[in-house]
T-cell receptor
């Protein structure tokens, strides 16, 4: 069965600094990987995905993520954080049989001025 | 948001009563999902559907049943609500089994 781990419950970053939100996964076969963001009292918004191809994936709002097969990781990154990036971030994985979309526990990102 | 409507948006119900939550989509997507979100647990998959009358269990399916008699509607039923089912429930849809999912706004359910 597939699973996702987000090892940090919270990440604190100063505005303008680079940010990284970590994600590792376990899945049989090739993974389909996703990042979502959730603002307070809202549903989840899709940020980016890795299906195949280039290991560096670019998404919405200046975010990118790096797929590393050997480390089974898919870390979310942004070169320069904004206060408005403060939110709850979720990593998710599907296996290549399709179907189930499994989420991690989420990481609370706090960006301070 | 991506043509997904959840109803009701808020509900308070008593322990032991049945409750049905509805997810309606206008996108004609094949896959539909029900998740619950609880502090410290992230999003946990309850059930999902890969077509009309085709459903499968997720991570936390005990106490829940689903039905999908039309492409556009996916119903989640709590057969006999318990306080542990107090949560925020999200519906999601995706075109197929390897694309991103789009989420509804959520239903806040309180079981007293």
């Amino acid at each position: 069965a597939q699973s996702v781990a987000q090892p940090e419950d919270q990440v604190n970053v100063a505005e303008g600094n680079p940010l990284t939100v970590k994600c590792t996964y376990s899945v049989s076969g090739n993974p389909y990987l996703f990042w979502y963001v959730q603002y307070p009292n809202r549903g989840l918004q899709f940020l980016l995905k890795y299906i195949t191809g280039d290991n560096l994936v670019k998404g919405s709002y200046g975010f990118e993520a790096e797929f590393n097969k050997s480390q089974t990781s898919f870390h979310l990154k942004k070169p320069s954080a904004l206060v408005s990036d403060s939110a709850l971030y979720f990593c998710a994985v599907r296996d290549n049989q399709g179907g189930k979309l499994i989420f991690g526990q989420g990481t609370e990102l706090s960006v301070k001025p | 948001d991506a043509g997904i409507t959840q109803s009701p948006r808020h509900k308070v119900t008593e322990t032991g009563t049945p409750v049905t939550l509805r997810c309606h989509q206008t996108e004609n997507h094949r896959y539909m999902y029900w998740y619950r979100q609880d502090p410290g647990h992230g999003l946990r998959l309850i059930h999902y559907s890969y077509g009309v009358k085709d459903t499968d269990k997720g991570e936390v399916s005990d106490g829940y049943s689903v039905s999908r008699s039309k492409t556009e509607d996916f119903l989640l039923t709590l057969e006999s609500a318990t306080s542990s089912q107090t949560s925020v429930y999200f519906c999601a849809i995706s075109v197929n089994g390897n694309t991103e999912a789009f989420f509804g706004q959520g239903t806040r359910l309180t079981v007293v």
